[in-house]
Every structure is written in C-alpha cells, then in structure tokens.
C-alpha cells in the first residue's frame, strides 16, 4: 500500500460516513412522510452537501496522490472530514415528531451546516497551498482557486444567513448546477485537465495536478 492509498482510505472512510449521515437522515425523513412534512428545502441542502463531499474526495484524489505520508496531512484530513461530518449529521433530523415540517429543522440548523461547509473550504484551501505552489504552475493554481473559493464564499455564506427562500433556492441552486455541470463535462471528457482543488464556478477545468 502506498503513502497516500494509506492516507486516502482513511479520509475516504471518515467522508464516507458524512455521506452515511445524510443518506440516513434522508431514509428516516422518508419513512415518516406521513408524520412530517419533508418540503424541498432540506432536500435541497442534502443535495449540495453530498455534491460538496464529492469535491472534496475528487480534491483529495488530485492534490495529494504524490505528496509523502505526513501525520499532520493525516490530522488535517481528519479536521476537514470531521467538519463535514459535522455539518452532515445537522441536514436531516434523527427524531421525528408529529405533524411537523423538515422547514423547522432546516431554519433552525442551515446556516451551522453552511458556515461549516465554508470553514471547510477554507481549511482545505490552506492545506492544499504548500503542494500546489510546490509544483511548476503552482502560482496560476493558487490564483485560480483562490477565485474559486471567494466565488464560493459568495454563494454559500449569504445563503447561510439568508431567511428568504427564493434567495436560498437561487445560490445554493446555483451551485449545485455547477458541481453537475462539472461532473458532465468530466464524463464528456474524462482524459482532460481537471481542477486541483474543490471545483467551483471560476472555470469548467482547472490546471492539471
């Protein structure tokens, strides 16, 4: 096994179960359709919280698949994990109560799952600088995602704050365009340039690892 297969199955393992939250979470919202009204709003966040796992498992892929085995790339994979994890187990509620609505729940925990997935970003943009600018390109790569991730920002912390549906719906929709769109031009062409970092709406592709 090399380094970072070592790495990869212990950071893929600890998103995994960020994934696992939700799909919960969604299962035991499902089975009690009848108890409480589900709406679109949390499903909405559900979907751009999995899409976002994603990304980080595609970063993880392209940033670290030549670096050496450190512990402390192991304990900072373990802090971006954990904060997804985190922010996952908030989508959805584990206990179900009578006659009420998801909406609840969403207006009371959407901007905690937010703002976490932000922090993440920004975790994971710091980690990711030392191996980006070790590599020839490295400056345009730094650059390029540093737009993505203000971009980013842009999006998702209003979002966070937001108490308007409409707005929410409009920039966290948007975003979870850009994460498919991204994910069908990488099937388009899947031997092309792909982003190094969490893709964003910057550009389709980023420079190459």
Do not use: C
Request: net charge neutral; aromatic share 12%; proline share 5%.
């Amino acid at each position: 096994m090399s380094a970072f297969e070592f790495f990869f199955s212990f950071y893929g393992l600890l998103l995994g179960l960020s994934v696992a939250a939700i799909a919960t979470g969604m299962a035991i919202a499902i089975q009690n359709r009848k108890r409480a009204r589900i709406g679109w709003l949390t499903p909405l966040l559900a979907v751009f919280v999995m899409l976002d796992i994603a990304s980080f498992w595609d970063a993880a892929w392209n940033t670290f698949r030549d670096a050496p085995f450190t512990y402390g790339l192991l304990i900072a994979g373990l802090a971006i994990a954990l904060i997804y994890f985190l922010a996952a187990s908030l989508v959805f509620p584990y206990d179900v109560e009578e006659g009420v609505s998801l909406d609840d729940h969403f207006w009371a925990n959407k901007k905690l799952v937010l703002l976490l997935t932000s922090l993440a970003s920004i975790v994971m943009i710091a980690v990711s600088s030392p191996f980006w600018l070790a590599k020839p390109g490295g400056v345009t790569t730094m650059i390029t995602m540093g737009l993505n991730l203000l971009l980013y920002l842009a999006l998702i912390v209003p979002s966070a704050f937001t108490r308007r549906r409409w707005l929410f719906a409009a920039l966290v929709g948007a975003h979870t365009a850009i994460y498919l769109a991204l994910a069908g031009l990488s099937a388009i062409a899947p031997e092309g340039p792909t982003p190094t970092a969490k893709p964003s709406a910057v550009a389709a592709v980023g420079p190459a690892a």
